[in-house]
């Protein structure tokens, strides 16, 4: 018999900075931003009429903006995924229209028939030398001639449909690692062989790691539930340390060694968070449209720039957290978890989704419990313990408001 109870506080500061409209125009839809540095900033507008710019450039760190029409991308078709720049090109992915690059910072643009990215978006990219890797649906292209000829390969042969889209992709050491809707994987040869890493701990991040991204030798990543960080990529018992919990959708972008801005996306809403201290620790900013679906946050030496619909905000750099909005303490949980024959049950305090997920010692979904919303009060859920080997697993509980892992014996 496993009887444990948990007591989690959470608390949240929603700050204002000073964010900037800057354009280019009014009621743009910015689906995307490259800032090439010292005030230089491309521009992507989603899908537009025949008659309307496709591209803005920015020479004064968004003051003033130039209309780029007629420049090769595809009119019906947005850019939303990674730009790279990579041996005196620019590279991007229109959604479901392969791979373009521009050789001219941006003005024209050329779809690259080198790659065919089987028809889907190229998500992600990683260089090493002579060696491009562009990640997109089941598998990559690679290139060891700096982009003049690709070969297509996958990650783990038989899983291409659950590793799904190669959402990031991410070098460090010598070593490129792959986020995916599988989990991570890395590479010591740069996309010959691939590993899986870091899912079988009990605080694993889990499947569909949305971004990832390192400040020295301190890993960050995001997923569909939170962001955590690593000092090792989860190649340890406990690596992993949960930081945010996060509504679905959630994108960061490191601004220095220090900064992280954080974009969660759920149901058409955003909200953005700050970490001034490597990702410890975050606050909620809000921006001065705050109903504005964000699609990208980048930055330059001076400003940290955020981009969706109704055009692009900056605020500069360095600014701190002023002005604190709201300050709230929720106490959601004291969630007590037990089993006993076939039922499990559990205690909770505030109004909340529900999600329990227990995993065996190889990462594997064992049981999965959802409810959207449930009230104050102490619940049971039925399990088959038949279905379970005497051992241990770790049980996983989400709410709305609390995040939880632990490890549980069964008899």
Not at 138 to 155: C, P, V
Not at 208 to 227: K, M, P
Request: glycine letters at 8%; charged letters at 20%; proline letters at 3%.
């Amino acid at each position: 018999m496993f009887k444990r109870s948990i007591l989690i506080l959470c608390s949240l500061a929603v700050f204002a900075f000073s964010w900037e409209f800057i354009g280019p125009e009014d009621n743009l839809e910015i689906t995307n931003l490259y800032c090439f540095g010292g005030g230089h900033i491309l521009a992507f507008v989603g899908e537009t009429p025949d008659d309307n710019p496709l591209l803005f450039r920015s020479r004064d760190y968004g003051d003033t903006w130039d209309s780029i029409t007629d420049c090769g991308l595809p009119r019906v078709y947005s850019v939303e995924k990674q730009i790279f720049s990579y041996n005196n090109r620019l590279y991007c992915g229109p959604t479901s229209q392969s791979l373009y690059f521009s050789e001219d910072s941006g003005n024209t643009w050329i779809k690259d028939s080198a790659i065919h990215c089987g028809g889907n978006n190229a998500y992600s990219f990683a260089a090493k030398d002579s060696i491009l890797l562009v990640g997109t649906y089941g598998f990559f292209s690679r290139s060891t001639d700096y982009g003049k000829t690709y070969k297509d390969y996958i990650l783990i042969p038989g899983l291409e449909h659950d590793i799904g889209a190669v959402f990031c992709l991410m070098a460090f050491r010598d070593v490129v690692y792959a986020g995916t809707q599988y989990g991570i994987f890395a590479s010591k040869d740069w996309g010959l062989t691939w590993e899986k890493r870091g899912m079988n701990q009990p605080n694993a991040p889990g499947a569909t790691i949305t971004a990832l991204g390192r400040i020295d030798t301190v890993f960050i990543l995001s997923n569909y539930a939170a962001l955590y960080r690593s000092y090792d990529l989860g190649l340890n018992e406990n690596s992993w340390i949960y930081t945010l919990d996060t509504e679905y959708y959630a994108f960061f972008h490191i601004v220095d060694s220090s900064q992280i801005y954080v974009r969660d996306t759920y149901q058409g809403r955003n909200h953005f968070y700050y970490s001034s201290d490597t990702g410890k620790t975050y606050q909620e900013f809000s921006v001065t449209n705050p109903e504005m679906y964000c699609y990208k946050i980048d930055n330059d030496d001076k400003y940290v720039y955020i981009a969706g619909l109704g055009g692009i905000y900056r605020n500069l750099k360095t600014d701190s957290p002023t002005g604190i909005i709201e300050k709230k303490m929720v106490e959601n949980a004291k969630m007590l978890i037990s089993f006993d024959k076939n039922s499990m049950k559990y205690l909770i305090q505030q109004s909340s989704s529900v999600e329990i997920t227990i995993y065996n010692l190889n990462g594997q979904i064992t049981f999965n419990y959802k409810y959207n919303h449930i009230n104050p009060g102490t619940f049971a859920v039925n399990f088959k313990r038949h279905n379970f080997s005497s051992g241990f697993y770790f049980c996983r509980i989400k709410t709305r408001y609390s995040h939880a892992i632990y490890k549980i014996v069964i008899p």
